[in-house]
């Protein structure tokens, strides 16, 4: 059964019956591109779907629901993109390293509206544990790189994990922003993001006597 409605601006065509859930997920994550996690409505995201406003009930409680069903999705791809590029530390840890970060960079630039809805949602995580739980499953990801990076330093060097962990982080989440805009409000940075944090990682190592 394929349904049809009149295309209007930002609308859909029509979904193929049972598709609903996904044609809201990709209508949310448009939505998200133009106008941020926090700039649409629920009744926007079913129109610019094709349904009628009461048709998202269906799937999700309110617009909250749909954008932490995004976010737990661009978490799951996210931890998986991260992983394949630790791909367990081989074949060596400092390399690998440095690819987690490029992977970090890679996705936020490819996937924005995920980002968005990952980051800068605001959810709650006492409302959405699901949401939580893969978001630390990515940041294991880096924590598990940082500590094989941690054993290569000298021992009197070696910090927590877990504040590495949140070092590295911070740095490539705050680059990642930084290259987010697209638009000329953008301070102009005469650098690639992969080379501005390759850059900060080594002066960081460095500090540790890891160089």
Same mark, same amino acid.
């Given at each position: 059964?394929?349904?049809?409605?009149?295309?209007?601006?930002?609308?859909?065509?029509?979904?193929?019956?049972g598709?609903?859930?996904?044609?809201?997920?990709?209508a949310a994550?448009?939505?998200?591109?133009?106008?941020?996690?926090?700039?649409f409505?629920?009744?926007?995201? $079913?129109?610019?779907?094709?349904?009628?406003?009461?048709?998202?009930?269906?799937?999700?409680?309110?617009?909250?629901?749909?954008? $932490?069903?995004?976010a737990?999705?661009?978490?799951?791809?996210?931890?998986?993109?991260?992983?394949?590029?630790?791909?367990?530390?081989?074949?060596?840890?400092?390399?690998?390293?440095?690819r987690?970060?490029?992977a970090?960079?890679?996705?936020a630039?490819?996937?924005p509206?995920?980002?968005?809805?990952?980051?800068?949602?605001?959810?709650?995580?006492?409302?959405?544990?699901?949401?939580?739980?893969?978001?630390?499953?990515?940041?294991?990801?880096?924590?598990?790189?940082?500590?094989?990076?941690?054993?290569?330093?000298?021992?009197?060097?070696?910090?927590?994990?877990?504040?590495?962990?949140?070092h590295?982080w911070?740095?490539?989440?705050?680059?990642?922003?930084?290259?987010?805009?697209?638009?000329? $409000?953008?301070?102009?940075?005469?650098?690639?993001?992969e080379e501005?944090?390759?850059?900060a990682?080594?002066?960081?190592?460095?500090?540790?006597?890891?160089?």
């Open positions: 059964m394929t349904w049809h409605k009149d295309r209007g601006p930002g609308m859909r065509r029509g979904y193929h019956h598709n609903l859930r996904e044609a809201l997920i990709e994550l448009d939505l998200i591109r133009e106008k941020g996690p926090g700039g409505t629920f009744a926007e995201a $079913a129109r610019a779907a094709g349904v009628s406003p009461a048709a998202p009930y269906r799937h999700f409680r309110d617009r909250d629901a749909l954008l $932490a069903d995004i737990k999705r661009g978490f799951e791809a996210f931890t998986r993109t991260l992983a394949a590029a630790w791909n367990e530390g081989g074949p060596d840890p400092r390399e690998a390293f440095n987690v970060g490029t970090y960079l890679a996705f630039g490819a996937e509206a995920y980002f968005s809805a990952m980051f800068e949602s605001g959810l709650s995580f006492t409302d959405y544990p699901d949401v939580r739980a893969e978001g630390e499953r990515a940041f294991a990801v880096l924590r598990e790189a940082c500590e094989a990076v941690i054993a290569t330093l000298p021992k009197d060097r070696r910090p927590p994990p877990l504040m590495m962990a949140l590295i911070s740095l490539s989440h705050g680059i990642a922003s930084l290259f987010a805009r697209g638009d000329r $409000a953008r301070r102009p940075i005469p650098m690639r993001p501005l944090l390759e850059a990682v080594l002066i960081y190592l460095d500090g540790l006597g890891g160089r």
